[in-house]
């Protein structure tokens, strides 16, 4: 079964990369944060990983970097879902909280896809992660 994650959409034994959009920048450019897709070649359970939810942490976006391209699909079990950059707009910036609106991202959640910048990005990824079985938010300290 194909599974999508914006628009990354890989089938059993594929990967593929994207963007899922999550509002605008301040001049309405979309913004659409780093996604990827690993569908394993066998069915198996859902991991959801994601990095930078606070901008200035980048070790987490570092392990994904390094990560994603060593795994294999073709030799996994299940799917990994991956946003690599989370709070986009305080990660342009390096700092802690989304400039937009002065908010942390762990502050936003579940969010509000029609709310605040920061609560449409939290809703769409607590979106993408409710659906896996285990989530890895990477964090440094």
């Given at each position: ?100 609106d002065d908010t942390k991202m762990n502050r936003a959640y579940p969010g509000n896809d029609k709310g605040t910048s920061s609560e449409r990005i ?20």
């Amino acid at each position: 079964m194909t599974t999508t994650l914006g628009t990354a959409s890989a089938g059993p034994g594929e990967i593929d990369t994207g963007r899922l959009e999550v509002g605008e920048t301040r001049d309405g450019s979309p913004v659409g944060l780093p996604v990827a897709v690993i569908n394993g070649e066998k069915s198996g359970k859902t991991l959801y990983m994601q990095a930078a939810s606070d901008g200035d942490e980048l070790n987490g976006v570092g392990v994904i970097q390094r990560v994603v391209p060593r795994l294999d699909p073709a030799s996994l079990s299940g799917t990994i879902l991956i946003v690599g950059i989370v709070n986009y707009h305080a990660f342009q910036v390096a700092e802690h909280r989304n400039p937009i609106d002065d908010t942390k991202m762990n502050r936003a959640y579940p969010g509000n896809d029609k709310g605040t910048s920061s609560e449409r990005i939290a809703a769409a990824t607590f979106d993408a992660a409710t659906r896996a079985d285990l989530i890895l938010d990477l964090h440094q300290g």
